[in-house]
């Protein structure tokens, strides 16, 4: 099992801090963690044939080929490798399932919380914004070559500390994509791309790598963003609207059409039209559609998190007749990753936040070992045992079989299809719901992208 860690393709590594191997490699699997450059040197691109661009993923490729060429000398066996990731880390699971360079280095796939679809993992316009981190720097250059030469002069240091000028993008751009500039992008030189066309547009055509699939998030994925400190995203929204809009929509920037959108957007999750504190401890109860968090989850901030990219990518998987199984991630638990960040970013509202539902990223406690300094290690409650006992097996019985069930849990995870939508309710309890994820949420930003996206 290779794992691809998450940061928003800015940051993170596969180290054990955070990535401890200790209670997957119990299952009687190999597991391989990576690191592959982020950032500006993992992500710039000036679309030449010297610097078509996606570094990082390209080194996400040796990784893999280094799995091939080395793993049996570790006991795994290179015909059966799946590669697992959350967030970026999933968005990076799916590029390889899309990109040529990675076809036959892996068998089976686990995307956690995100999708290459979203707008936060595709760099729009690459060459732009690398002459503005030139400039910023000192090279007024239009030439590629001039611009590649002089930045290969710097420090790593300088290029890192440059990458979140505020003229790389618009205040809106900064704030959806969470200041992640720097991302994959289509290469449109070299003779060997990475990613030869929009992920979506390889998705309708087919062709992509046909391996078994779990797909899937958690139910409120946007609690995650109150662990990031010292921003009120009320506060930012309400004073700014138009970020509720996405920016992969073929929309004038300040334009009545924007404005028009944005206040359907937010009476669509909140009848008032506004978002304000008072009403986030009721909007953020699981049986709410109408949610703050549940708003943050969609649109704010790029689409990180996930609706319907990954009804998306799940459909596309689906009509090419791919095994897919797909979840929904509901646990609570006091010892989740976002229990433990929250008193420390917002301390004054943590109590109405913990255990309201599964934040982005809080499955990740429950498959692997922490060990940050800042947020000591709590042992598992007999319930958390249960809960991993359960995940574990159905995570490591997928990769070595591409099926997730085994003999416990008791309940079958069905299969997801066409005819018969159905997802695995990951939570207190397991069980199989019929139909798809957040349905309302869906259909609702279908009608928005068939209008004004240029790529339906």
């Not at 205040?171 to 791309?193: H, M, R, W």
């Not at 309708?204 to 609690?223: A, C, H, N, Q, Y």
Request: aromatic share 10%.
């Amino acid at each position: 099992m290779v794992w691809i860690h998450g940061g928003g393709f800015v940051s993170g590594s596969g180290s054990c801090e955070l990535y401890g191997p200790d209670f997957l490699i119990e299952k009687d699997i190999v597991l391989v963690t990576i690191n592959y450059r982020c950032g500006v040197l993992g992500f710039l691109s000036l679309e030449s044939d010297k610097l078509p661009g996606n570094l990082g993923l390209k080194d996400q490729v040796l990784a893999l080929q280094w799995v091939q060429d080395n793993i049996h000398s570790f006991g795994g066996d290179p015909k059966n490798v799946t590669i697992f990731g959350e967030s970026a880390g999933a968005a990076s699971v799916q590029y390889h399932l899309l990109s040529p360079l990675s076809r036959g280095l892996f068998h089976k796939a686990i995307l956690q919380s995100g999708t290459a679809l979203a707008q936060c993992a595709l760099q729009d316009k690459p060459r732009e914004k690398a002459f503005l981190l030139a400039r910023a720097l000192g090279c007024f250059s239009q030439d590629p070559d001039t611009v590649l030469e002089f930045l290969m002069t710097l420090p790593a240091s300088d290029l890192m500390n440059v990458q979140k000028h505020e003229s790389f993008c618009s205040k809106k751009e900064k704030i959806q994509n969470l200041s992640c500039v720097f991302a994959p992008c289509i290469e449109i030189a070299g003779d060997t791309p990475f990613l030869p066309d929009y992920p979506r547009k390889i998705l309708e055509r087919g062709k992509f790598s046909k391996v078994p699939i779990i797909i899937g998030l958690t139910d409120k994925e946007g609690l995650f963003l109150y662990s990031i400190p010292h921003i009120k995203w009320e506060e930012m929204i309400n004073s700014n609207p138009t970020v509720v809009v996405p920016g992969n929509l073929d929309i004038a920037a300040g334009s009545e059409e924007e404005d028009k959108l944005s206040k359907e957007i937010l009476h669509f999750y909140s009848s008032r039209g506004t978002l304000t504190w008072d009403i986030t401890p009721d909007c953020i109860d699981v049986s709410c559609t109408d949610a703050f968090s549940e708003a943050i989850d969609k649109i704010f901030l790029g689409d990180i998190l996930i609706t319907i990219e990954l009804e998306s990518s799940r459909q596309y998987f689906l009509d090419n007749e791919v095994p897919v199984y797909t979840y929904l991630f509901s646990y609570t638990s006091p010892r989740s990753l976002s229990s433990s960040l929250l008193p420390q970013t917002v301390p004054d509202k943590a109590a109405q936040l913990i255990c309201t539902g599964a934040s982005h990223a809080d499955e990740l406690g429950f498959l692997f070992k922490s060990n940050m300094s800042h947020i000591p290690f709590t042992p598992p409650t007999a319930e958390d045992e249960a809960l991993m006992t359960n995940l574990l097996q159905a995570w490591t019985t997928f990769a070595k079989t591409g099926n997730p069930n085994s003999e416990e849990p008791e309940i079958i995870w069905q299969e997801d299809s066409v005819q018969n939508p159905c997802y695995m309710d990951i939570g207190h309890d397991w069980k199989m719901v019929n139909g798809s994820l957040f349905p309302k949420r869906v259909e609702f930003w279908k009608k928005i992208y068939k209008k004004y996206s240029y790529l339906y």
